[in-house]
């Protein structure tokens, strides 16, 4: 019938800091390539871009009133060459040549119309391996900092706090 508390020092052993990446332009939005099969089944036969798949929370691209289903065709003009699975980071480099701040107009395509939105690129969150991380030997396992993709893909908020746990051994106290 006892309740027995637990108290762990998280940190007792700081890893090594894999050193932060640059910072680069960011829409904050999830995206799948525009395959021949899915725009001629959209109905944009013979176009390339990519289909907006997730808008971010608070990112450029929710500012920019960006929804998931979009089809962005092209960046300031400049059509976006991805029609294969395998080139859907062309996209991704389009917009890192940006600079952060600066504003671009993006063709879309809703729901069969097309029109053109500008967006203001922010600037890239922190990646999961930046985050600050925590090893503790007694309990063999590694903890970090929440990245922004954690908050993201959990469905937490800004505010949530805590570590993300990233692994404890099997067999170990954790």
């Known amino acids: ?33 525009l395959t021949k ?11 390339t871009g ?9 990112g450029p ?5 960006l929804r998931a ?9 400049e059509s976006i060459p991805v029609s294969h699975v395998e080139e859907v980071e062309s996209f991704s480099a389009m917009v890192r040549q940006c600079k952060i701040g600066a504003k671009a107009a993006l063709a879309r395509v809703r729901d069969g119309n097309q029109s053109s939105v500008e967006a203001t690129f922010g600037e890239s969150p922190k990646l999961a391996r930046e ?19 954690d908050r993201v893909r959990q469905n937490w908020g800004a505010a949530q706090k805590g570590v993300y746990v ?4 099997e067999g170990g106290w954790a």
């Not at 691209?61 to 009133?65: D, Q, R, S, T």
């Open 61 to 65: 691209a929710e500012a920019a009133g």
């Open 50 to 58: 990519v289909r907006v798949t997730e808008i971010y929370p608070g």
């Open 166 to 169: 990233e692994s404890a051994a």
């Open 131 to 149: 985050m600050k991380k925590y090893y503790d030997a007694a309990f063999d396992f590694t903890a970090r900092e929440i990245a922004f993709l």
């Open 1 to 33: 019938g006892e309740r027995l508390l637990t108290v762990v020092k998280v940190g007792v052993k700081e890893r090594q800091d894999p050193g932060a990446e640059v910072r680069k332009a960011w829409l904050g939005l999830g995206f799948q390539a």
């Open 37 to 47: 099969e899915l725009a001629k089944s959209l109905g944009l036969e013979g176009k």
């Open 69 to 77: 289903g979009d089809v962005l065709l092209a960046l300031d003009g």
